[in-house]
């Protein structure tokens, strides 16, 4: 019976090391380390890098539309040859023969205005006219016109656009680091998984080496008469329980390790562990400097901006289009024509071009006045609705902070209860080896100590998620006291 019980003891000890022997073979991970790896190579940091580079080049865009454009546009060659109807001064037609080319060249400069919405340009322009027929060659062109393109009492979309794109530009900006963020909630949620699965396994694999001692304790007792039959089924039924628990958990853990592999991005097959996360990051946050820092760094403070502005350019773009509708044309110049292309700078004459195109709607049976009042509701519409958006972010803040506060005191809390639960453990364990105690009450306390390893895993959990979701509300960190919107973070592209 004493070699018995040394063998039993034996395999007690050894056999659950055997099995942490075999996952130690592999990386072990921590958190900050799965964490640097999602923002560096998971598909999702790869988008939010894409939509970062899209935003880049769309406000780049908008900035080149404030730049002077040097252009060049023409028709070489314009060689026609058909047959076409001429008609003659008596009003008749005369199908005649056409073989001709007619030639143009423009080179120019313009600039958009946003002030006004316009557009002033320098051009010289340059025609050539070839009549095949009668082989005669004729030159036309303007050496240098300047001119002004400018709608009158209407919309002004470069004025509305300088207000808007800057605005939507600094929202993706402070999007990108807050979706980097995002990211580290996320994955610590998966990271999580894997280590819950990866902790039941090893309870599971513990429990099943504990329950196949306990059943040859068991026995050895059975054949001395000192418990019945009954008892040893019920060990024995433990014992297949454990081992089918053993095989699912194996099932869960490889699952979930899946779904983190999918998301870091990570093709080979290098086994994964992941580390249990150790001390707790200690500072304190108050709820007046999260706030100040979210409002400060935060995507959402300016995007309510960007929507009230964008609220208010449709509003006058619903007015500008609703009344007259003018547009001024001038152009001031030099012109001249001649057989050769050089009579073309030889002693130019003037030239001016001036036109007023107007549109007045008389009865459109209340139609832009509709659509006024339409931008005009949208734009009350919006208001409210960032309104009510500003205080639930406030509050998300807040509450977020008081979240974190509780949740830094419940994993102490938890972690004291698993440490308990593991001695209380150990002791049930060690009486019941020299039979003071039932299988019953080895069972109870078996099943507290995994209980309190599990809480104590999902306060951790908790704590963590809160941590990472509070920086990515803030987009400050508070353990290093510093925004995350620094200058690498910030930059842009070239």
């Not at 900006?173 to 610590?188: H, L, N």
């Not at 306990?214 to 026995?219: A, D, K, L, T």
């Not at 592999?261 to 999260?290: C, K, M, Q, W, Y």
């Not at 519409?381 to 419940?410: A, G, H």
């Amino acid at each position: 019976m004493n070699k018995l019980l040394v063998i039993s003891l034996s395999l007690f000890f050894c056999v659950p090391a055997l099995a942490q022997d075999s996952l130690k073979l592999s990386r072990q991970f921590t958190l900050p380390e799965i964490v640097a790896i999602a923002k560096g190579q998971s598909p999702q940091a790869l988008l939010a890098d894409t939509r970062r580079q899209n935003f880049f080049w769309q406000y780049r865009t908008f900035l080149s539309d404030y730049r002077p454009e040097v252009y060049l546009s023409g028709t070489l060659p314009g060689y026609l040859r058909t047959n076409d109807a001429i008609r003659q001064p008596d009003g008749s037609y005369e199908f005649r023969r056409v073989n001709q080319n007619l030639a143009q060249l423009n080179l120019g400069v313009r600039q958009q205005l946003g002030f006004s919405g316009g557009e002033i340009f320098v051009q010289s322009e340059l025609q050539r006219f070839d009549n095949f027929e009668n082989e005669v060659t004729t030159y036309s062109g303007n050496p240098a016109v300047i001119g002004l393109n400018q709608p009158l009492f209407g919309f002004n979309e470069l004025k509305w656009a300088k207000e808007v794109e800057p605005l939507r530009y600094d929202v993706s900006k402070k999007s990108y680091v807050a979706d980097m963020e995002q990211i580290a909630v996320e994955v610590t949620g998966l990271y999580f998984d894997v280590l819950l699965q990866q902790i039941n396994l090893e309870m599971a694999e513990k429990n099943r080496a504990n329950n196949d001692t306990i059943y040859q304790i068991s026995e050895g007792r059975y054949n001395l008469g000192k418990i019945g039959e009954n008892d040893l089924l019920q060990v024995e039924y433990n014992v297949m329980t454990s081992r089918q628990d053993v095989a699912q958990a194996r099932l869960d853990l490889e699952t979930s390790t899946l779904r983190l592999r999918s998301f870091l991005g990570l093709n080979d097959n290098e086994p994964v562990t992941l580390a249990v996360p150790g001390n707790i990051p200690d500072f304190e946050v108050e709820e007046s400097t999260a706030l100040s820092e979210a409002l400060q760094n935060h995507p959402n403070p300016v995007d309510y901006v960007r929507q009230i502005k964008e609220a208010e350019r449709e509003v006058a773009r619903a007015k500008g289009n609703s009344g007259l509708q003018a547009n001024l044309y001038a152009t001031y110049g030099l012109t001249n024509r001649g057989d050769a292309f050089s009579d073309i700078y030889y002693r130019p004459e003037n030239q001016q071009r001036i036109n007023i195109q107007f549109d007045i709607p008389i009865v459109n049976w209340g139609r832009q006045k509709a659509r006024v009042k339409t931008a005009e509701a949208d734009y009350n519409f919006t208001q409210y609705s960032v309104d009510q958006d500003r205080i639930n972010f406030e509050q998300q803040v807040y509450t977020q902070v008081k979240t974190f506060k509780m949740l830094r005191d419940q994993v102490e809390i938890t972690r004291v209860a698993d440490d308990i639960a593991n001695r209380r453990f150990e002791i049930t364990k060690q009486r019941y080896l020299i039979g003071k105690i039932s299988n019953t009450d080895l069972s109870i306390a078996l099943q507290e100590k995994d209980q309190a390893r599990r809480q104590y895993l999902q306060s951790l959990r908790d704590f963590w998620t809160d941590y990472y979701t509070l920086r990515s509300l803030t987009l400050y960190d508070f353990e290093k006291d510093q925004t995350l919107l620094t200058p690498e973070t910030m930059e842009g592209y070239k």
